[in-house]
């Protein structure tokens, strides 16, 4: 059965196609850098928005219209398994990403909730023997039944925090048996809502004893996945463990796992916490933690996580950039953890939207290459920091100063005039530029 019949191999067809089902800018061939663009993006589709989502808010009910809805319970998973693949292969992502919940329904006990868990895995492992798409990452869903309302390893209740673990502890093996590449660790409810009822010193000690039990077993299994955290800073706890990555970095060298876990970074979630998506990106890149990336944007206008298609070249642009500064992502990737918009409800949407979200990012990624090609803010930021390079300045980097030298220093200058301009909008403009010229070499050629 086809689930997507009425669309074809999604092909690069260039700038000039007027082709809705095929890419203008994402050539998965194209080299940058020495690497196909297929290689450095490295795309995945997120199965829970994709295939599981409603398109319900905050305010309303689900409005998506999807080829399986006439099913319920296990042929409903089953079904939505068949539908993954064929749109996985008619996109031509190379990655997907899972929660344990999203592929299978939760049952009225544990046990027979992980059965289900093994009947979906058994027919995901027969669809990645004859396709080249691979697991990405999964991760266990904690945060959606009633048992996770104070949180799941900060959980109050040491039981809830036992059943924490017995998840993950299949997570890992469902990981490990499905070739995945990174394990996340996303604290759906790891925070509070107020201090009045909180042993906050307790939570984040039981918090990292988890992580050191995640890292034990999977080394005794063999599981060598990266194990990713993702930063959120709010939503649904007032206040999340895990707010940005400068925080889950304190946390990890704290507890010493900072050696275990790097940072799955959302666009979304760095936005939420007052920081630009490249400001997130570049404190994991320069702290060395940079694993991943979920791809996507929310609306400024709007006070929660949106989760909508990456559309802006500008943050697109600025992303790739500290993308290919780190080098790449690794065994991580950008991951559409995006969902069409509640309006966009057919099935036609789906591949729309992923469309629209792989040229942003090839054109952002093509337009960083070139920025740092020509050096364009490698030149201007080692000139404006010249003066840590001769003298005082390089004793101070070199550690071959102190507070009497440099009050001896200070005393000899009469007045400080050699400050310069940070010219913002200079560069603001000769981002612009470098846009508007790939758009052009784009369309010419």
């Known amino acids: 059965m086809s689930y997507f019949g009425n669309v074809k191999q999604i092909k690069f067809e260039g700038a000039s196609s007027d082709n809705p089902f095929a890419y203008?800018?994402?050539?998965?061939?194209?080299?940058?850098?020495?690497?196909?663009?297929?290689?450095?993006?490295?795309?995945?589709?997120?199965?829970?928005?994709?295939?599981?989502?409603?398109?319900?808010?905050?305010?309303?009910?689900?409005?998506?219209?999807?080829?399986?809805?006439h099913l319920s319970g296990m042929e409903l998973a089953k079904a939505r398994v068949e539908a993954s693949f064929e749109f996985f292969e008619k996109l031509g992502v190379p990655y997907f990403c899972f929660h344990d919940f999203d592929i299978a329904p939760e049952a009225d006990s544990l046990s027979e909730t992980l059965k289900n868990v093994d009947v979906i895995v058994d027919r995901i492992e027969e669809h990645l023997k004859t396709s080249k798409v691979k697991l990405l990452w999964?991760?266990?869903?904690?945060?959606?039944?009633?048992?996770?309302?104070?949180?799941?390893?900060?959980?109050?209740?040491?039981?809830?925090?036992?059943?924490?673990?017995?998840?993950?502890?299949?997570?890992?093996?469902?990981?490990?048996?499905?070739?995945?590449?990174?394990?996340?660790?996303?604290?759906?409810?790891?925070?509070?809502?107020?201090?009045?009822?909180?042993?906050?010193?307790?939570?984040?000690?039981?918090?990292?004893?988890?992580?050191?039990?995640?890292?034990?077993?999977?080394?005794?299994?063999?599981?060598?996945?990266?194990?990713?955290?993702?930063?959120?800073?709010?939503?649904?706890?007032?206040?999340?463990?895990?707010?940005?990555?400068?925080?889950?970095?304190?946390?990890?060298?704290?507890?010493?796992?900072?050696?275990?876990?790097?940072?799955?970074?959302?666009?979304?979630?760095?936005?939420?916490?007052?920081?630009?998506f490249e400001h997130e990106l570049r404190t994991a890149r320069i702290n060395g933690m940079l694993g991943s990336v979920d791809a996507n944007q929310g609306d400024p206008l709007l006070g929660w996580d949106t989760d909508e298609f990456p559309t802006d070249l500008y943050s697109t642009t600025l992303g790739m950039y500290e993308i290919i500064k780190n080098g790449g992502l690794g065994s991580g990737g950008l991951n559409?953890?995006?969902?069409?918009?509640?309006?966009?409800?057919?099935?036609?949407?789906?591949?729309?939207?992923?469309?629209?979200?792989?040229?942003a990012f090839a054109i952002g990624a093509k337009v960083a290459q070139r920025l740092i090609d020509d050096r364009v803010l490698d030149d201007f930021i080692a000139e404006r920091y010249r003066s840590y390079t001769t003298g005082i300045g390089r004793e101070i980097v070199e550690g071959k100063t102190d507070f009497h030298k440099l009050e001896q220093h200070a005393l000899r200058i009469d007045s400080i005039d050699n400050n310069q301009s940070g010219r913002l909008e200079q560069l603001k403009a000769t981002v612009n530029k470098y846009l508007v010229e790939t758009f052009a070499s784009v369309h010419s050629s």
């Open 24 to 69: 203008k800018y994402y050539n998965p061939a194209e080299q940058i850098n020495g690497q196909s663009m297929e290689q450095l993006l490295r795309f995945a589709v997120s199965y829970w928005h994709t295939f599981t989502g409603e398109g319900n808010d905050p305010f309303g009910v689900g409005t998506a219209v999807r080829p399986y809805d």
């Open 138 to 276: 999964n991760t266990a869903n904690m945060f959606t039944h009633p048992r996770w309302l104070h949180g799941a390893a900060t959980s109050p209740n040491a039981d809830v925090f036992a059943y924490a673990a017995a998840k993950v502890k299949k997570g890992l093996e469902i990981g490990k048996r499905l070739g995945a590449e990174n394990f996340v660790f996303w604290g759906g409810r790891e925070g509070y809502e107020t201090l009045l009822n909180t042993d906050m010193g307790l939570e984040l000690d039981n918090l990292a004893r988890f992580f050191h039990m995640a890292k034990d077993y999977a080394k005794e299994i063999g599981f060598d996945g990266q194990f990713l955290i993702e930063p959120k800073p709010k939503e649904p706890t007032k206040h999340q463990y895990d707010f940005d990555v400068a925080t889950g970095l304190a946390f990890l060298q704290k507890y010493d796992l900072q050696d275990i876990f790097k940072f799955n970074v959302e666009a979304n979630h760095a936005t939420l916490a007052g920081h630009t």
């Open 336 to 359: 559409f953890d995006a969902k069409v918009r509640r309006g966009s409800f057919d099935v036609d949407d789906l591949f729309y939207s992923h469309i629209a979200g792989m040229d």
